[in-house]
């Protein structure tokens, strides 16, 4: 069966979705992507879209479980690359993607990773410097 | 103004495997009598939404590709056609957020804003069909 590849970056961990999803492949990677994030304390998850031409509530609501169940695991999600014709066309179409950031690209999409885990970091810091 | 007829294709759709098949029919079209990037991701995207419903309530069905035009537009129009169990209240339906598959309820309203034109037909026990035109400058 076909498989959309998990890369692992650091703190981080990195999909690229290069095909047409079709629902099983989608739902394939959703839940591979939850175990990996369990498996490997992951603190975020970068979903490369660039390449994605069409997001219709489907695939909207695959993103968006993908962040609310990682959200849970303590990792945040940030979508990264969407075209503009698909920006606009989600607004039309009304779907929100609650608990989504976005970036413009991978590089941003990790600055922004960081800086929220860098908050997180600095937070516990501030409690261990208590002691 | 009439509407007519250029090409006419015919796709069956059964599993979720053909959605993908028919998106590339559907943007072949749209490419063809030049609809612009975002147009075409409207069509695509309204398409798919159509598409997983026929699949997801009205067990699969048919759908018609059409190249048409109306004076000096031209536009693809898609026909979706299923003998699914059909729908009760249509105005329901179209609302946003109505779901009976636990879903967000954005496919019809949200088709409906994608493309030029809508029209839902639906008999309970018979089957249900939706036919979109979306012009290329639309
Ligand atoms: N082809 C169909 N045959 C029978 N019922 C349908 C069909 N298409 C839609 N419906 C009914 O209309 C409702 C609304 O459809 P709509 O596409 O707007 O939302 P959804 O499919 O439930 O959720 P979403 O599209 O956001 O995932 C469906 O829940 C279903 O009850
Ligand atoms: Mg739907």
Redesign the interface.
Known sequence: MDRIPILRMGPFLLVTIQVDLYDRLALTLESDLVQMVNKTGARGVLIDISAVEIVDSFMGRIIGNIASMSKILDAETVVVGMQPAVAITLIELGLPLKGVYTALNVERGMQLLRSMIDLDEDQDEDEETDE | MMVISLSKDVMRIIK??D??PF?NRVKEKATKIKMG??N???L??AA??LV?NMLKYGNGGEIVIEVVSRGRENGVRLTFKDKGPGIADISLAMK?GYSTGK??G??L???K??VSEFDLKSEVGKGTTVMIIKWANG
């Open positions: 979720d495997q959605v993908v998106r990037l975002v075409q991701t409207k695509i995207t798919s939404e997983r946003d879903s967000l954005l496919g309203p949200g088709t804003r994608l």
